[in-house]
């Protein structure tokens, strides 16, 4: 089976919704592909300096703008995608992503593990490792940034039955393009990290963020790398059902090898 | 607290024990330091025709030729070591690694992953993954080669206490030595993959392995890194109570931060 994937990569203006909503569309909206990912919070921008300042830009996940144009580009360009932003339900407010598909299905992810000031504004996700079909039934898991680090989170969802992760990042640390190396291997799994660029400055502190966005084989291969300042999307084919093969060698399944009652977890 | 970690990557000749031991004397024999890790089965050599084959070279872990070395450089030096060796248990054959302390302690870990052709000849390890004392109380806990690829493996070990991971390794797959670095970032532990070098064939099919031997720090930097084939040990110094710190950033710790109640494992 041959599916398109796609990595977006940009520079979000922070709390700028219009500006952002344009540039993503202007980014991705002529391009058909299966499946296109893009960064976290990438509406909304990333570093708040007050639970006010993130409630002015947190949206429903079925019903805001974001929802609203990606609804349209899926059914234009017959893609799926995923996409971050700032989800308000009820009284809380999630670091959410969704997955938005040709046929008008919306799912959402919420990330499970805050990173750093993101823990005083947000709340922790309650979701879970789902994973959900994307477009012709592809079985695809989503997890935000700072959750690569917890090996549990892409274990779960290659375990869930994920043939791609789809990872959608504001990343500022220096070490998560390497290690999604380890795991896309260690699941046999496709994934696509898609990072933002630029600084970002809130009252105390500056943030870099890292770009190099990346997919990823089942082996772990870099199929495309981006660079740490272009805006621009970028895809490759991929047969899904690769992901289905958990087989190391003739002898060894990552899956099927597995020990769990001397895993103390 | 400052603790002297070595590595030791060395050629075994396969079923010569009388050799390999020899040249493990005469590489560590004469060096000071607290903990030095030697490569996986470095006794006997790896890659077997049949089991009787395997039996031959096979030792009992406290009563045998690798144990009695072991134990008179542990007194000598006063350095705990970590070895490979086939485990001869009752009818049981094991692919096992040996902690021998300077006190005369012996602890046994039993490869839990089998790799490849390994299936056929050794019984699947059931010791789980254990922490023991080191010299000096320092938590060691042991995973072999092939246990990398699991996430549990080294994630086990660090939920149970492990400062350092020692790691013995016969490596002919090319991914283990860039995982590592994840592993150790993940748990925020010490690690040291003594891998062997040189090339063995069995009446099928040629192995070689990988050397690039390497202790890394717990943010997975790269203390000390072997070539392909030198035949060397190199020391370098810790302090392994970093490992009792798991932060990440002041809002952020790698084990606090776990959702355990999310993870399907």
């Known amino acids: ?16 919704t219009t500006y952002n909503l344009e540039q993503m569309k ?21 570093f708040f300096n007050s639970k006010k300042q993130l409630i002015t830009i947190s949206e429903d996940a079925y019903q805001g703008q974001t929802a609203d144009l990606f609804l349209k580009l899926a ?3 017959k893609t799926s995608y995923v996409v971050g932003f700032s ?14 598909n040709p ?16 823990t005083k504004w947000f709340n922790p996700g309650n979701t879970g490792f789902k994973v959900f079909n994307a477009k012709d039934n592809v079985k695809v898991g989503m997890m935000i940034c700072f959750d690569w680090i ?23 640390l220096p070490w998560c393009q390497q290690a999604m190396i380890t795991r896309s291997l260690e699941n046999r799994v496709f ?7 630029g600084n970002e400055q809130n009252d105390s502190q500056k943030l870099t963020f890292t770009g190099l966005s990346q997919m990823l084989n089942t082996k772990g291969e870099v199929l495309k790398k981006l660079n740490k300042t272009e805006e621009s999307v970028h895809l490759v ?20 090898d597995r020990r769990t009652e001397y895993y103390n977890l």
């Open 191 to 197: 994934s696509i990290t898609a990072n933002r660029i």
């Open 26 to 46: 202007s980014l991705v909206g002529n391009i058909q592909a299966d499946l296109i990912v893009l960064p976290e919070l990438a509406t909304s921008g990333y």
């Open 237 to 256: 084919s991929i047969d899904p059902e690769k992901a289905d093969d958990k087989s190391i060698t003739e002898y060894n399944n990552a899956f099927g």
């Open 150 to 172: 917890f090996p549990e989170s892409a274990r779960s969802l290659a375990l869930n039955g994920a043939q791609i992760i789809a990872h959608p990042a504001n990343l500022v």
């Open 87 to 100: 989800e308000k339900f009820k009284d809380k407010i999630f670091n959410s992503s969704m997955l938005v």
């Open 75 to 77: 059914k234009k360009n």
């Open 103 to 118: 046929n008008g299905d919306i799912h959402v992810y919420r990330k499970t593990h805050l990173f750093y000031e993101e």
């Open 1 to 16: 089976m041959k599916y398109k994937i796609g990595v977006c990569q940009f520079k979000p203006k922070f709390l700028d």
